[in-house]
T-cell receptor, first 111, second 112 residues
Framework: GQSLEQPSEVTAVEGAIVQINCTYQTSGFYGLSWYQQHDGGAPTFLSYNGLDGLEETGRFSSFLSRSDSYGYLLLQELQMKDSASYFCAVREMNRDDKIIFGKGTRLHILP | NAGVTQTPKFRILKIGQSMTLQCTQDMNHNYMYWYRQDPGMGLKLIYYSVGAGITDKGEVPNGYNVSRSTTEDFPLRLELAAPSQTSVYFC???????????FGSGTRLTVV
């Protein structure tokens, strides 16, 4: 089976940097994705790591370490609009491109 | 480009009623998925499809059925609705080899 662990809540200050961690256990790992979801909205895709290392997309970066079964999402220059839930998701190693989501981290941003 | 369209957006069902949640995508994606999200929780996979005529169970398939007669449409059927099926339902799609899913805006279902 699969399991993903991420903190339930994180609080940071506007303009600061915040890191959201994700550890996973899976029988067949292909890659780690991150999604953002605002209250009442649908999840939107942020990033994907298939290989170890850092992927950067604007203010957001994502990191993966396969040997540690660990990844994180880094948000820089936080803005109030970044207040949302962030989900890590494991892509399973099979033909179906099926992904399993963690329970999400609620990011609170203080002015 | 509409992306993934779900209907209805809201619905209230009585216990024992049935309904179909509609999902259609216009991106020619071969892979489609149904998830449910309970308050404060992550998304649980109900059913998925890798192409027309092919469907498979996810983590929580009991009480649901799906069909995939065309590439565009992937309806989710609830038979004999139960309060435990009160949730927000999301449909998603992707193309084989793509890393990110495109989600619909969701259907908020309440069973009373």
């Amino acid at each position: 089976g699969q399991s993903l662990e991420q903190p339930s809540e994180v609080t940071a200050v506007e303009g600061a940097i915040v890191q959201i961690n994700c550890t996973y256990q899976t029988s067949g790992f292909y890659g780690l994705s991150w999604y953002q979801q605002h209250d009442g909205g649908a999840p939107t895709f942020l990033s994907y790591n298939g290989l170890d290392g850092l992927e950067e997309t604007g203010r957001f970066s994502s990191f993966l370490s396969r040997s540690d079964s660990y990844g994180y999402l880094l948000l820089q220059e936080l803005q109030m609009k970044d207040s949302a839930s962030y989900f890590c998701a494991v892509r399973e190693m099979n033909r179906d491109d099926k992904i399993i989501f963690g329970k999400g981290t609620r990011l609170h941003i203080l002015p | 480009n509409a992306g993934v369209t779900q209907t209805p957006k809201f619905r209230i069902l009585k216990i024992g009623q049935s309904m179909t949640l509609q999902c259609t995508q216009d991106m020619n994606h071969n892979y489609m998925y149904w998830y449910r999200q309970d308050p404060g929780m992550g998304l649980k996979l109900i059913y998925y499809s890798v192409g027309a005529g092919i469907t498979d169970k996810g983590e929580v398939p009991n009480g649901y059925n799906v069909s995939r007669s065309t590439t565009e449409d992937f309806p989710l059927r609830l038979e004999l609705a139960a309060p435990s099926q009160t949730s927000v339902y999301f449909c998603a799609s992707t193309r084989q080899g793509n890393y990110g899913y495109t989600f619909g805006s969701g259907t908020r279902l309440t069973v009373v």
